[in-house]
């Protein structure tokens, strides 16, 4: 089992910063992938950025150029860093662990973008 906490949400205005982290524990050897996911409410649950145990990156077309993700191993955590956040970033987000043939989630973090 993989436990996931996930932390930094807010509100924050449009422009603004904001980093989440997602720090994992338990059984995370065999973790590949660590990726960001975000929920609107009304909408489906959206990828958002994704990084390999290799260091591999990839973003939503909505946020690249803006959000970066990163991992910092020696302390099993995932960072998303959100610049220039718009109104229609506002939604829970997500952490998600993914191994083989398993993968697991974090309780979200709220992210609100507004003025």
């Known amino acids: 089992q993989v436990q996931l906490v996930e932390s930094g949400g807010g509100l924050v205005q449009p422009g603004g910063s904001l980093t989440l982290s997602c720090t994992a524990s338990?059984?995370?050897?065999?973790?590949?992938?660590m990726a960001w996911y975000r929920q609107a409410p009304g909408k489906q649950r959206e990828r958002v950025a994704a990084i390999t145990s290799g260091g591999s990156t990839n973003y939503g077309d909505s946020v690249k150029g803006r959000f970066t993700i990163s991992r910092d191993n020696a302390r099993n955590t995932v960072y998303l860093q959100m610049n220039g956040l718009k109104p229609e970033d506002t939604a829970v987000y997500y952490c998600?662990?993914?191994?083989?043939?398993?993968?697991?989630w974090g309780q979200g973090t709220q992210v609100t973008v507004s003025s």
């Open positions: 338990g059984s995370i050897s065999n973790i590949n992938v």
């Open positions: 998600k662990a993914v191994g083989l043939r398993v993968e697991y």
